[in-house]
């Protein structure tokens, strides 16, 4: 077994449970601390969005645990995950828990590393690669550009059901000056298009939906909040981000090498 060396505090022997970041979907683009601990991994609870590639990086006699979830299909719910978690490294494995890219970013780290410090397991955050950066990058945009967009807002378009507290003000997120990135946003594009425009903002509010991005099937649609519903009917079963706000009108997919765009903007 290979000794990692960049944590001090992982024992070189008992259970220890790494949650990490396997970035947007590409397999390259996982960090090299990722690949170190998948490397090292006895089990791996990973789930759909995370790559099956990376799984090749782990040894032969892992044992590889599917937990995906999608909106309106999961195949374990977030307590049985916990519990899965829990139950490994309690056992003395060193556990790999692998997720679409980053742990923080509507990946629910947060009850995860909760049901691990109450069961007093260590344990580490790997950080990753998240969507929004990739998006951007797939479509040859920079979530800020000084003169365009000083802030990035990240929000999700499928808030979970029986949340407390009110849900989203998308007009307060939708400022000028800024960028707003939807994850989880396809099936209810059309729905928030609408309602940013009866709340003021422009139908001509420039709009990018990435599906795939970072991946050979990656595709760049580009449109207006007003032709948003037809890019999100495009976009349908494919894992997207949206981009809102005028950075995604300095939209240079054109530029990526084979890189297939979709224009919508004057459909």
């Not at 599917?66 to 299909?73: D, E, L, N, S, W």
């Not at 139908?203 to 207006?224: E, F, H, I, K, Y």
Request: proline share 5%; net charge negative; hydrophobic share 45%.
């Amino acid at each position: 077994m290979k000794e990692l060396m960049y944590s001090p505090a992982v024992p070189v022997s008992g259970g220890f449970v790494w949650l990490v970041g396997a970035g947007p979907g590409a397999a390259d683009l996982i960090t090299l601390r990722g690949k170190e601990a998948l490397e090292n991994a006895e089990v791996v609870v990973h789930d759909d969005l995370s790559g099956d590639e990376l799984l090749r990086y782990c040894p032969a006699e892992c044992e590889f645990v599917f937990v995906g979830k999608r909106a309106g299909r999961h195949s374990a719910t977030q307590e049985e995950i916990n519990r899965l978690l829990v139950s490994h490294a309690a056992d003395g494995k060193r556990v790999v828990r692998l997720k679409g890219g980053d742990p923080s970013v509507f990946g629910r780290l947060g009850e995860e590393l909760a049901a691990l410090r109450q069961a007093g397991l260590p344990h580490a955050v790997i950080p990753g690669v998240t969507a929004a950066c990739a998006a951007a990058a797939a479509a040859g945009v920079s979530l800020t550009r000084r003169g365009v967009a000083s802030a990035a807002v990240l929000a999700t378009g499928h808030e979970c059901t029986g949340k407390s507290g009110p849900e989203l003000d998308w007009e307060a997120l939708a400022q000028p000056n800024a960028t707003l990135c939807v994850y989880m946003g396809t099936k209810s594009l059309g729905l928030l298009a609408g309602r940013l425009m009866r709340h003021g903002h422009s139908p001509d509010l420039p709009v990018l939906m990435v599906s795939n991005a970072s991946l050979p099937g990656q595709v760049v649609r580009s449109g207006t909040l007003e032709t948003a519903a037809a890019l999100a009917t495009e976009a349908v079963g494919s894992p997207s981000l949206v981009l809102i706000g005028e950075i995604a009108a300095h939209n240079l997919a054109w530029l990526a090498l084979g890189q297939h765009q979709q224009s919508l903007a004057h459909a």
